[in-house]
Every structure is written in structure tokens, then in C-alpha cells.
């Protein structure tokens, strides 16, 4: 397997055992830091997981493993679009923190080769519980392996069953299904879609152009022109965005203005009926409506294309200037086992698929449906920046706001995005 390949085969492959957490509840918290003066002694962590539940259980995981009485760690939680924007001023700064929780593939690779990530090869030798697709992913260019994962997740067309219910309309089947019932609940006066990609987070309508391009060209070639080795301008490419103007009709109005925590509102207030997100989206939901939440799998467009899903993976990597670097070996090491990544999924209230193969945690009918999702997908992809790079993902988010408030300056908006892209690729 390269290490730009992803297959559902090698991602599953151990995979049996896992088990899954409930949804979070609240909604994002924020805190100060990001490459700061180190505390003596302590490892230091730098945390994007701001949302309540998933800070607690981080803050869980960090009191665990300072109960074990060895090396110590501090925990920094920055709120998740500044850590986002600001991660790379992190890792560069004259003195960074020792760990970050951040995204396995391709973005982990990007800043591993420019010898930022500390190699922690000898961590995973002593690993155990990961599976080959696992690794591969947390594998740098040079064959070190430079993080540590410990849970994915998945993304979906997210509802409220009460309110389909409501409305006398059944989830879709395939393509065709999914126009008719966005038909169906327009004519109701209900935005049949919302997005959520104003404001810090225009990143999500990336989610849009992922399952398009994967759902019409397939996997690998969606790798390959997130890897340069296509290109935006491509008649694929332009196929994409012919599908996704037929649907535009039926987005919130308000789809590039608001963030997704406001979108997640408007989905649970009814205002909207569905929405493509991962399932972090519930950090903005009250916990009295949770069992409420279902979701259906993007729809299929062509049979004939293998069907592949979005399932990223998170996890832990250190600054290759780390001032603890047997403390930081021992902290990633922890996390690594099944005990650590158990604690992690119970003490949080998100939907958590651990890593690890012999990690436990409580189920539910949605996370089963969830990982059944994944388990059926002839392939699994990451997510718009983690199959390329951080640095591509604002590239994304210019061309595909622009789409939305220009859709019949297709051609121009695929050159700029073009010519953006090679400017990233060349740096």
C-alpha cells in the first residue's frame, strides 16, 4: 500500500472490535496558546478539541496519565479554527510545544517533510493494536513514522427523525432520490440543505466537492488531483461542479454565510432538513435531542464507481525541537495502548471509533450505522487538506466559495484554482 492510498480493505483489516462512544453535546470552547514557553519538566500538549465533552475527555487522558506517577503533561486547548489557521506559526516558532493533536496522511507528511515532526518510529515498534492501513498513515516520505493516531470517525447526510417524520419523506435511495426529495421538501418551504460554510469554517464545502469527485471520478483520482498529479481544470473536475449546479437550488440561502454550528441549529430547528457534515457537528447539539440525530450515506451517482467514504483519523504528533523528547516518547506511547484510547472514547461524548483494535467503548444504533458505513466502502478517503495538505485547503475554500456566488463562472474559477494549487505544490 503507498503511502497515498487509502483502501478500505487495509483501513478495516483488525478492525472488528471497535466500539464507539455517543454523540457530544455543548459547543466549542476557546483558550489561549500555541508555541509558548514550555513548563519545566512537563511535556506540553497543544489541543484543537475545544468543544466541552471532547476537552474533558482530553483533559481526562492528559489526569490518566499523570495518575501513572512517570513523565507529566500539561494541557493547552486552543479553540479549533484559530489552532486550524495558526498550526503551522506553531510548529515553526522558536519555541514550540512538545505535542499536537492533529490529522494523520498527507497533511502529517507535509509538515514532516520540513523536518518539523519528530521522528517516533520507536513508539510504534512497541505499538501494538494497529493495524498495516494504520500505520501507512502515520508514515512520513522518508518511512518514519511521525504520529499517533487514536480515533476516526465519519461523515454522512445528517437529519432529525422526527422531522422527516414530520414531513412525510423517507431518506433517499440514490442520486435521483435525493433531487426528488429536495424537490418534495422545497415545496413544503423547507431549505432542503444546509452547509454551514461562513465565517471561520468555509472549509466544510469542501465536503461537498470530496463525495462529488469521489461518488463521479472515484478515489484514486481524487488522490491523484489532490496530490498534483491532475488538475483542476481537468473535464472530471468540471463534471463535478455540472452536478453539484443542479443541486444548488436547494441550499439554505444562507449556506456560505453562516459557520456549521449555526447550520447544525438551523438542521435541528427544522429551518433546514439535511446536512453533509462529519459527525463532530454535534458538538453543537443539546444532548436531549440526540437520539433524534440519524443520517444517510451520500448518494450514490454512478454504480459503476467503487463507493468511498469519508473516515478521518486524529491523533497525536510532536515538534521535532521538542524539549522533552523521552517524556514525549512516553506520553505518545500511552496513548497508544487500548487502555488510554478506551479512557479517551468513555470520557468523551462523541461519536469515537478507537484506533487501537482491542480499545472497548459503548455503542449506540447511530455509531453501529456508522461504522457499517465504513465497513461496506470499497475505499476510504480522509478529507479535503488530509488527503493533500493544510496549506491547499485555503485554495479550496476561495474557489468553492466563489462557485456558490458565481455557478456560471465555472471555467474561470477551476484556472484560478489551477493555478493557486501549483503555487502550493511548488512551495
Known sequence: MSNDSFSRRGFLAGFGSLGAATLLGGCATSATGGGGAQTSGAVTIES???APAAKAAMQALVDAFNSRKGAQATLNTIASETYRTQLPSYLTSQQPSDLYTWYVGSVARSYADKGLL?????????????????????????????????????WGCFYRKSKFAEWGVQPPADWNGFMAL?????????????????????????????????????????????????????PQVKAVFDRWKTVLPYF???????????????????????????????DSAPKDQLDDIDFFQFPIIDPAVPVAEEGPMD???????????????????????????????????????????AAKAASTPLVEKGKKLLDSAAEITQFFNRDSSDALQPTADTALIKFFNQPNNVDTILSEWQSAAEKVWAS
Not at 121 to 149: M, R
Not at 323 to 329: C, D, E, M, S, W
Open 252 to 282: 439554505d440561502p444562507s449556506a456560505t454565510a453562516i459557520p456549521f454550528q449555526d447550520a447544525t441549529t438551523s438542521l435541528l430547528q427544522g429551518r433546514t432538513a439535511m446536512m453533509l457534515i462529519g459527525t463532530f457537528f454535534a
Open 182 to 234: 429536495c424537490e418534495t421538501l422545497k415545496n413544503k418551504g423547507v431549505a432542503p440543505i444546509g452547509m454551514g460554510a461562513g465565517g471561520t469554517t468555509p472549509w466544510v464545502a469542501s465536503a461537498w466537492f470530496d463525495y462529488l469527485n469521489i461518488r463521479i471520478n472515484g478515489a484514486p483520482y481524487h488522490r491523484d488531483l489532490l496530490a498534483g498529479k491532475r488538475k483542476f481544470t481537468d
Open 118 to 154: 519528530l521522528d517516533i518510529s520507536d513508539v510504534w515498534q512497541n505499538a501494538t493494536g494497529y493495524n498495516a492501513a494504520a500505520k501507512t498513515l502515520s508514515t512520513a516520505g522518508d518511512g518514519k513514522q511521525v504520529i499517533v493516531p487514536i480515533s476516526y470517525y465519519w
Open 48 to 50: 484543537n478539541l475545544s
Open 315 to 357: 491523533g497525536f504528533f510532536a515538534s521535532a525541537r521538542s524539549a522533552h523528547v523521552a517524556q514525549t516518547k512516553e506520553f505518545l506511547t500511552y496513548v497508544a495502548t487500548a487502555e488510554a484510547q478506551e479512557l479517551y472514547a468513555k470520557a468523551s461524548t462523541s461519536t469515537v471509533l478507537p484506533v487501537n483494535t
